[in-house]
């Protein structure tokens, strides 16, 4: 039983990984203090980043069905 995706809601679901796999590595940078500005501001960052993955996830969601 194969998951078959629309053509947006594909494009949709590859943006809403990028956005997480992204956040993931600017958090674990932070954490060992690769990237400056300190870890607030990198988590403040990655945070937002996976906010934006989930929305674009949701939508996805919702298109499905269009």
Same mark, same amino acid.
């Given at each position: 039983?194969?998951?078959?995706? *629309?053509?947006? *809601?594909?494009? %949709?679901? &590859? ?11 600017? &958090? ?16 403040? %960052? ?11 996830? *949701? ?8």
């Amino acid at each position: 039983m194969a998951l078959r995706l *629309t053509p947006p *809601t594909k494009n %949709i679901f &590859y943006l809403s990984v990028v956005c997480a796999v992204v956040a993931f590595v600017l &958090y674990v940078l932070g954490v060992f203090g690769v990237v400056e500005g300190g870890f607030a501001s990198v988590s403040h %960052i990655a945070f937002w980043s996976v906010m934006m993955g989930w929305g674009l996830m *949701t939508a996805g969601v919702a298109m499905k069905g269009v």
